[in-house]
């Protein structure tokens, strides 16, 4: 099952839409989004939180369109605003 939808996420001062893409795989899931130009996927952790990985693509290792390392405040913001829609 695959489904899209979009969140706003606030970090520095300013609210930015994010496109995500849910994906159920067995008895977990995943969710992927394009971040600074970057694939990532974000999964659930044993915490009841979230982690952040770059995303493995088709097999493989996705090509960034940037060099830029993405925002890790922005991954951070990211994660806790999924902890709290999928809690």
Same mark, same amino acid.
């Given at each position: 099952?695959?489904?899209?939808? =979009?969140?706003?996420? /606030?970090?520095?001062?300013? +609210?930015?839409?994010? !496109?995500?893409? &849910? %994906?159920?795989?067995?008895?977990?899931?995943?969710?992927?989004? =394009?971040?600074?130009? /970057?694939?990532?996927?974000? +999964?659930?952790?044993? !915490?009841?939180? &979230? %982690?952040?990985?770059?995303?493995?693509?088709?097999?493989?290792?996705?090509?960034?369109?940037?060099?830029?390392?993405?925002?890790?405040?922005?991954?951070?913001?990211?994660?806790?605003?999924?902890?709290?829609?999928?809690?």
């Amino acid at each position: 099952m695959e489904e899209t939808f =979009t969140l706003p996420i /606030h970090y520095k001062g300013r +609210e930015t839409s994010i !496109e995500f893409t &849910f %994906r159920k795989l067995g008895y977990t899931y995943k969710i992927f989004a =394009t971040i600074d130009g /970057h694939p990532m996927q974000f +999964e659930p952790d044993e !915490e009841g939180s &979230f %982690r952040a990985t770059l995303a493995d693509l088709q097999g493989d290792r996705a090509h960034p369109t940037t060099t830029r390392n993405p925002d890790r405040g922005l991954i951070e913001a990211i994660i806790q605003r999924l902890t709290v829609e999928f809690k």
